[in-house]
């Protein structure tokens, strides 16, 4: 029992020897935080924020994403999740789900 409850706690605990990541509301079947980033020209941003064009987003690399099948930012700022973690991955898009691109709520 007690080797279950330190598997339990390690696994919950934060990876990498103590990295705390700030953006730890990123649901699950995004991947986590493991392959999601904030988007703009923010320190800890990897890539640019998305245009916005006529019925949704279009990324730095040409990946269109629906407006309609974006979800909601937690914090206001665009963020994305790739494949693979990778600049170059695809936007993930789990099945029957939103694609993993946040955008800020509008305002109305």
Known sequence: ???IALALCLATSSWGGG?????????YDCCS????????LDADAREPE???VPG????????FVPESA?????DGRFHICRSGGTLTGTVIAPSQRP??????KPAY
């Open 1 to 3: 029992m007690r080797i």
């Open 19 to 27: 990295l705390v990541y700030a953006h730890s509301w990123y649901p």
């Open 33 to 40: 935080d493991r392959d999601c980033w904030p988007m703009g």
């Open 50 to 52: 998305p245009r916005i």
């Open 56 to 63: 949704g987003y279009l990324t730095h690399d040409g990946h």
């Open 70 to 74: 974006t979800r909601v930012s937690k």
């Open 99 to 104: 694609y993993c691109l946040f955008v800020p």
